[in-house]
């Protein structure tokens, strides 16, 4: 089963999010599909939890299912914040103080770390690095570890910023720092797509995360 969420996922997502809890027929009628093909995203889209299944009883009769959002489902359903995201990126860079930006960097990059931060498990980095790849996977941007060297290295084949890393490198640089935070391991940059690379590669620096990152 892909990890990746299907346009007609999308849709029908947004048709809960819209109308709350609906039937197969419903959803058949609204998304123009057959009952087959209706079932088999809402099989899909229960496996990944983003929606359940709620059974009404009536007196006589097979009893009514409904599916509505769960709070995974709600929070996809209505992430579309690009546009937001581009406009305050826009407005960091427009920041001429290289050192107040810096900063703002570094509270943003430690800002997105908390929001991972309990998820993140082991003792060692090979560990931690694993289990960074598992939450972004959930997330449908892919990442690995390479075990080739005598430290892990972390890659990412997709970008979770394309739009915003072809406007301006800088985000790159947020996300190392934010990494480096979770990891407890400074990183570094060693490859990046926007070079012509096949994937961005971050590879520890073999000392802890400095002070100003802590």
Known sequence: MSGATETSDVGLLDLLRKHGP??????????QVTATAVRQRLVRLMARGEIERQTQRISRGRPVHRYLLTEK???????????????LWQEIREIKDAE????LLQRI????????ADQICGSS???????L????????????????????LLRATACPYPDLAEKDRTVCSM????????????????????DGHNCCTFEPSGAGVSPAMS
Not at 125 to 131: A, F, G, K, T, Y
């Open 100 to 103: 107040v930006r810096r900063g």
């Open 133 to 152: 790849a598992a939450i972004f996977g959930e997330r449908q941007i892919p990442f690995e570890v390479d075990r080739s060297r005598d430290l892990p």
């Open 109 to 116: 990059s430690r800002r997105l770390a908390t929001l991972y």
């Open 22 to 31: 609906l039937s197969v027929a419903q959803l058949k009628g609204a998304m």
């Open 73 to 87: 489902g709600r929070r996809r359903a209505g992430a579309n914040f690009a546009d937001l995201a581009m406009a």
């Open 125 to 131: 980095l090979d560990e931690r690095m694993e289990s």
């Open 175 to 194: 996300e190392r720092m934010m990494f480096s935070e979770l990891l407890g391991q400074n990183l570094r940059l060693s490859d990046c797509r926007l």
